[in-house]
Nanobody, 116 residues
């Protein structure tokens, strides 16, 4: 059974920084593509960033230049460094793992609140 356990998040003022972590149990992590999603109240869940097993990254236009997605395969952990945070970044953030065999796993979600 694969589990994704998230940490980080919290309350920060606009312009501040936070780092989210997502630690995976099991042996799939090094081969899994990882993603970060967020869902604001009343809105659909949206993709924020992805990172492949070999470290290639993509970002939503809204976070490019401010967020950095990275992974440590030895620690089975993926990180989302969020800088220059804006009130519109306020949401519940989720990490997601997807394997080449089609399995998908989600973290429990963590709240990020950016005050103006």
């Amino acid at each position: 059974q694969v589990q994704l356990v998230q940490s980080g998040g919290g309350l920060v003022q606009a312009g501040g920084s936070l780092r989210l972590s997502c630690a995976a149990s099991g042996s799939i992590f090094s081969r899994a593509a990882m993603g970060w999603y967020r869902q604001a109240p009343g809105k659909q869940r949206e993709l924020v960033a992805t990172i492949t097993s070999d470290g290639s990254t993509t970002y939503a236009d809204s976070v490019k230049g401010r967020f950095t997605n990275s992974r440590d395969n030895a620690a089975n952990t993926v990180y989302l460094q969020m800088n220059s945070l804006k009130p519109e970044d306020t949401a519940v953030y989720y990490c997601r793992a997807s394997t080449s065999t089609g399995f998908v796993y989600w973290g429990q979600g963590t709240q990020v609140t950016v005050s103006s």
